[in-house]
């Protein structure tokens, strides 16, 4: 679909802002950020700075309205279409009926490469496949995977736990279908972002937990890993980082049913009893993001189970910042190194 002539206009203006040098950048951006001891990015600062000229919000108004915002809003900062990478459009089975789900492969990878089951952000609630195409696209080229990026069925309409049963229908659909898929049995990763790091997680430990093929990898990106608890950093990065503690609980409104136990670990992989024989796993946070805590005590808690696992805290990022890599350098930068540890952790399964 074309973009709108005013939003590419929007998206010319928003882009060229991060060119200019770095004093009128600073006078943008506004004097810099220092909190719990770490230095907000300068690119994150300005992004910051033009969403709130702009009065964008990742949630205003109804379920309807925010996900049509997105739609137009991450045009803005997703940047032009990475290439050179194919795309082949899927439908995914599961007992509750097809998932539309889009293969992404890098031009001249070959057969039985390395693949990652992907599942998109945006709190169970908004977000699609398209909203986090660049970031998949960029993930699929730079690490060299192939990446099957699922299409699971959003709250209201189905709240949990239908994300968490489409999830895991899917990495067992891609292991079953590995042949067709282009892709490595034996190195299947799940990953995703936020919401979507939450249902990798949970995809994992219920694959093991059932005693079939478990993935070969986690790929964890600022992950919601405990409904059940308030942590330190969702006070301290409460307001005004992109994702506040009002769209948190926005969210949760939506996806948990009341009445729902915040426990179950379908739902706070963090409250799982025990942790011992999950895939290894790379959990990236974000230093000014309200779930950097609760990601981080994931990997700790994975480690004291004897899992393989490596934290990266980009101490400088805000949440979300896979999906900005059409403005400045710096959340290129922090996807590339992702990109890069993913490629070598599913190396090792070679």
């Known amino acids: 679909m074309a973009i709108p002539l005013p939003?590419?206009?929007?998206?010319?203006?928003s882009q060229l802002a991060f060119w200019l040098p770095t004093p009128l950048r600073r006078l943008a951006a506004g004097r810099p950020v220092r909190l719990d001891g770490q230095d907000l990015a300068l690119d994150a600062q300005l992004l910051l700075r033009l969403q709130k000229v702009a009065k964008a919000e990742l949630v205003r108004?109804?379920?309807?309205?925010?996900?049509?915002?997105?739609d137009v809003g991450r045009h803005l900062v997703s940047g032009k279409p990475i290439e050179p990478v194919s795309v082949r459009e899927i439908a995914v089975p599961t007992p509750d009926g097809d998932l539309p789900a889009t293969l992404y492969t890098p031009v001249g990878l070959p057969e039985k490469s390395p693949l990652l089951v992907f599942f998109h952000g945006g709190g169970w609630v908004i977000g699609t496949r398209a909203s986090h195409d660049n970031a998949v696209r960029f993930l699929a080229k730079h690490a060299g995977v192939r990446v099957l990026s699922i299409e699971y069925r959003l709250a209201p309409e189905f709240p949990f736990p239908a994300a968490a049963e489409d999830a895991l229908a899917a990495f067992e659909y891609a292991v079953a279908k590995a042949g067709d898929l282009g892709a490595d049995p034996a190195r299947i990763a799940v990953g995703g972002d936020s919401a979507g790091g939450n249902l990798a997680a949970v995809t994992a430990q219920q694959a093991v937990k059932r005693g079939g093929p478990a993935p070969a990898f986690q790929l964890l990106i600022y992950p919601a890993t405990d409904f059940a608890r308030r942590y330190r950093s969702q006070e301290l990065f409460a307001e005004d980082l992109f994702l506040t503690d009002v769209h948190?609980?926005?969210?949760?409104?939506?996806?948990?049913?009341?009445?729902?136990?915040?426990?179950?670990?379908?739902?706070?992989?963090l409250r799982a009893d025990d942790l011992s024989g999950l895939p290894p796993a790379l959990v990236v946070t974000a230093g000014f993001d309200p779930l950097r805590d609760e990601g981080e005590a994931y990997a700790e808690?994975?480690?004291?189970?004897?899992?393989?696992?490596?934290?990266?805290?980009?101490?400088?990022?805000?949440?979300g910042f896979i999906n900005f890599t059409g403005v400045g350098t710096r959340f290129r930068e922090a996807l590339a190194e992702t990109a890069g540890a993913l490629r070598q952790g599913l190396s090792k399964r070679d």
């Open 7 to 13: 939003v590419r206009i929007q998206a010319a203006a």
């Open 61 to 70: 108004g109804s379920v309807e309205q925010s996900r049509a915002l997105l």
């Open 248 to 269: 948190m609980k926005w969210f949760e409104g939506h996806y948990v049913p009341e009445g729902t136990d915040l426990t179950d670990p379908r739902l706070s992989p």
């Open 301 to 319: 808690k994975l480690r004291e189970a004897g899992v393989e696992v490596a934290l990266r805290r980009h101490d400088d990022l805000i949440h």
